[in-house]
């Protein structure tokens, strides 16, 4: 805080000692301009980063390592849920979590993976980044090693996949099993019964039926945060219902040729324009951040919270029982479901890790039965755990319940796709102000699709 | 010539040559502190002078791109306008704290020594031993639909001027101002309150022996003692105000839109949530210009002639 540095402007500096000082920064500057090369191009010529390896070793699970999954505030209990259940299997290798804060964990990654003291183990958003700057490891050697390719849906590893600045195909930079988030419409069991849904909305239409019952009932019919641009959930959700699946991910994943400036992305946002004129949200919606908004949502300030199913392991812990979820309804009846997803059981392994075979082993062990069974305890959805019956989305059953069913619905659409700020990270902060131009009325939908489309193009430009 | 030189002659060359040595050996004590400076302070501003120049993600490899970092402060809207809320908010970093801490001051002055001046003084200083970030978040919560500024608002009837705050488009910023106010009124009246009390109390008597009443003893005798404190609070202010980033980044982010962006958040934005090093060095180095262009002709105005 600047005005707590009551220091005195430097006044004293007379005649005398401005000369010298004058010529010691000039000359420094000159010295320090002529001497060092541009940024960053110390980083290529470092032997200790070996972004792909080619002679690996699986049997490790007898030598002792230590490695350090670094892990996002917000996935804490799930994240030493996975490392516990692999220490019970491999009590020979320590896996210790380094948590940053959610909001961080993206700014500050690219900077430790490039440092002397990198985690083995990470989550980075932008794997394209990541791999342009070879900071992280080519896992091919791995893949043959264990035999993933075999093993996972090649669905679950495409996003892992990174070729020509385009993800979905090429060497495998992120690995593991097969596992996310459900990400959909969870809803206040009370109040729901309240305003009379009884049925799970079977389109759109269906949806804002609901939410038009609630706002005349007095209840907000959307709970959200937007100073962190958190309706994002919700507009990506609404994006893949207009647009489908495909077209989305194919912009997030630098496919060649996608474009989002499209009549569908429009009709999208009009639609949450609508919402937002309907009164659908609240008032100060822009105003709250997240943490806000889960207190307003167990507070029972509001029917629906459009979010990904990682809020179980917040919710639950006053609010357990109260909250139901299901799949983001399709565009139109019996059209396709689409909705938003990561793997959350695949990691990636840094070029500098000094333990990459251990990683791997623990790689491997994300794509058995035990990690599986984590991913479900902690709100994730996993499509290779047991054969289970999988209703369709409904509302009875028990959250976990919910979660596997959604999860399956899209996954039987093919509707999975991405959050379309994981495009670009200028993206994401253009979003997020648009977002918060749309709900205070001052950009309409054309308007805002076209800024987002040369914000990505431009971001494209340059990488 | 030497062996007539005068025994005055070599005593004064000799004081030289030991003026000489004393200036270079306070230089050597200074050394530490200098190679301080140096490393944290000298080494990194140059550094990010040279980014400017380059397009850098902050990790991998680097172009240079000459000025187009610069052109791009000045043409992109968004850049130039957090340059423009800087300015904005001087008003209430800087002007509504100085206004109203010569006024407290003067009547504290009143009170001094004391029990209620005692106690004013730290009701009044108080703001200024919380981080800025935790009133950040702390207005926040007063500023929102249900806080209480709200419900004063209400409370004497003013519903329809009752909002959430940060969240209204035309207001957010100003309502950002009001924090800095709130941060910086403690340290003026602080700051000012010591400056009175350095002034002769003699000259007050002699005012008020000329018939002077409290507002011309004010202008005429206070305002003018104080010059070199005012100097100081509106430099420090002024310099809170442009580079702000504490309070913004907690209570706004910057949003809604880019209603409160102001360069600091604006840096840091482009430096670790868009990695374009580059860009936020070239919006940093404009920053520390418009500082030093502002608070150098300030210096001048306000030393002591």
């Known amino acids: 805080m600047p005005e707590q540095h009551p220091t005195s402007p430097v006044r004293i500096t007379g005649r005398r000692l401005r000369a010298p000082l004058a010529s010691v920064a000039a000359v420094s500057a000159l010295v320090t301009l002529a001497a060092c090369s541009a940024p960053g191009s110390g980083s290529d010529s470092d032997a200790a980063a070996n972004p792909t390896p080619t002679a690996v070793n699986t049997a490790v ?42 909001n961080n964990y993206n700014t500050v990654l690219p900077r430790l993976l490039a440092s002397d003291s990198t985690p083995d183990l990470v989550q980075p958003y932008d794997l394209l980044g990541g791999v342009k700057d070879n900071l992280l490891t080519n896992l091919d050697a791995y893949d043959k090693a264990y035999g993933w390719s075999s093993k996972v849906p ?27 988030p459900l990400v959909g419409v969870f809803y206040n069991k009370e109040l729901a019964a309240k305003v009379g849904m009884k049925t799970v909305p079977a389109s759109i239409a269906e949806l804002e039926a609901v939410m038009a019952k609630a706002k005349k009932s007095g209840i907000t019919p959307i709970v959200a945060s937007n100073q962190d641009g958190l309706i994002g959930h919700l507009y990506n959700l609404l994006l893949g219902d207009y647009m489908g699946a495909e077209k989305l991910s194919d912009i997030v994943y630098h496919q060649p040729g996608a474009n989002l400036d499209t009549p569908e992305a429009v009709k ?54 109260k909250y139901g979820v299901f799949p983001m309804p399709p565009a139109t009846e ?116 076209e800024t987002l489309q040369t914000t990505y193009a431009d971001a494209l430009k340059s990488s | 010539m030497r062996s007539i030189k005068s025994p005055a002659g070599a005593t ?87 206004t109203i801490a010569l006024i407290t001051a003067s009547v504290l002055r009143q009170l001094q020594g004391r029990f209620t001046g005692a106690l004013a003084r730290t009701l009044l200083f108080l703001p200024q031993i919380i981080p800025g970030a935790a009133a950040g978040v702390a207005w926040t919560w007063m500023y929102s639909d249900n806080g209480v500024v709200n419900q004063l608002l209400r409370a004497i009837g003013l519903d329809d001027v009752a909002r959430p705050w940060l969240a209204d488009f035309t207001w957010a910023l100003t309502a950002v101002g009001f ?98 090093l580059g860009t936020a060095s070239a919006l940093a180095v404009v920053l520390a210009l418009v500082v030093i262009a502002v608070v150098v002709p300030l210096q001048r105005l306000f030393r002591e002639k």
């Open chain 2, 12 to 98: 004064a060359t000799r004081s030289r040559h030991r003026l000489r040595a004393r200036r270079w050996a306070g230089w050597l004590f200074a050394l530490p502190a200098l190679a301080f400076y140096g490393v944290f302070n000298f080494y990194p501003v140059l550094l990010s002078v040279q980014y400017s120049f380059y397009d850098w993600d902050g990790v991998g490899a680097s172009t240079w791109v000459g000025l187009k970092n610069y052109t791009q402060v000045f043409t992109d809207n968004e850049q130039f306008s957090s340059l423009l809320h800087a300015f904005y908010l001087i008003l209430f970093f800087t002007i509504l704290p100085v």
């Open chain 1, 334 to 449: 019996d059209g396709p479901y689409a909705g938003m997803t990561s793997n959350t059981l695949a990691f990636s392994i840094a070029a500098r890790s000094k333990n990459k075979d251990a990683a791997a082993l623990f790689l491997d062990f994300l794509t058995t039965p035990e990690a599986a069974k984590v991913a479900v305890e902690n709100g994730y959805a996993a499509l290779t755990s047991g054969t289970a019956a999988r209703g369709k989305p409904s509302l009875s059953g028990t959250l976990t319940e919910q979660i596997q069913a959604g999860y399956a619905a899209i996954a039987a659409d093919n509707g999975f796709d991405s959050w379309l700020q994981n495009a670009d990270p200028a993206l994401n902060t253009k979003l997020t102000q648009q977002l918060q131009l749309l709900v205070s009325g001052n950009v309409e939908p054309a308007a805002m699709v």
């Open chain 1, 154 to 180: 090649a669905s679950a590893l495409a996003p892992g996949r990174v070729s020509n600045g385009a993800v979905g195909g090429g060497p495998l930079y992120q690995a593991g099993g097969s596992a996310g």
């Open chain 1, 61 to 102: 699970a007898d030598t002792p390592a230590e490695l350090t999954l670094f892990s996002a505030a917000g996935l804490q209990t799930y994240e030493q849920g996975l490392a516990d259940a692999f220490m019970a299997k491999y009590p020979k290798i320590k896996v210790k979590l380094r948590v940053e804060a959610d």
């Open chain 2, 179 to 276: 924090i800095g106010t709130w941060l910086s009124t403690g340290l003026c009246t602080m700051l000012l309150l010591a400056g009175i009390g350095k002034i002769d109390n003699s000259l007050y008597e002699a005012a008020r022996i000329d018939g002077a009443g409290p507002i011309r003893q004010f202008l005429a005798v206070t305002l003018p003692g104080l010059r070199n404190e005012i100097g100081v609070c509106v430099t420090i202010t002024i310099i809170a105000a442009l580079a702000s980033f504490d309070v913004v980044y907690l209570s706004t982010q910057g949003g809604p839109g880019t209603q409160t962006m102001v360069p600091g958040v604006a840096v840091y934005n482009l430096a670790f949530n868009d990695a374009r």
């Open chain 1, 268 to 321: 999208a946002t009009e639609t949450l324009q609508k919402w937002i004129k309907a009164g659908y949200f609240a008032s100060d919606v822009n105003a709250l951040n997240q943490e806000a908004s889960y207190g307003k949502f167990t507070g029972g300030k509001g029917l629906f919270f459009f979010q990904g199913s990682w809020i179980t392991q917040t919710l639950d812990k006053n609010f357990k029982g």
